[in-house]
């Protein structure tokens, strides 16, 4: 019975080399490592060694045999690609016209307005700034602690709050908050 047999130092030694050791001051080995983690860093993190085509196909390095072998004159390739920016221009072009054609609806509708209501057109066309502070929000500023000065410099005026929480089909798992206050920024 072999099991019962003691181990020879041959084995122990091989033992010895496979087993991580821990240094503190060290970074940790990690050749014997989580495979998981392996397994992720080389899908985020792919070599530079092209041998073999990428899984998503971007790069493949029988591409120029496969081209060869499915249009075998280099003039029909050239056909094709002149045809491939044909297209692409052409979509570009209709692009541009549809953005040209939004652009101009715009345009009619601000001197609409314009025309209608010349106050409502140099609010809609005011130039703001959106780090810009008050002299009172200045002043209420010097009094709030600074987790309550860093809310009120991330919120932008006239965006949706970044506190207020995303409806959900199920309630949190902590229950509700009463003693929130939302933080009220001067206008």
Known sequence: MSFLRPASSSSKAAFRNTTAIRHYAGKPDTSLGDPKRENLRRALYPSNIRNRPTPVGTWRPDVARALQRAIPSVQAHETIER?????KRHVRKQREAELSRKFEKMREA???????DSQLYLQANRADDPRAKSAQEMEMAKKLKVSEVRTMDARIPGLFPRELKVP???PSRTGWNYDYKPFQRPL
């Not at 045809?83 to 297209?87: E, N, R, V």
């Not at 601000?110 to 209608?116: H, N, Q, R």
Request: charged residues 25%; glycine residues 0%; aromatic residues 14%.
């Open 83 to 87: 045809a491939w920016l044909l297209h």
């Open 168 to 170: 959900t089909d199920t």
């Open 110 to 116: 601000m001197d609409e307005l314009y025309k209608l």
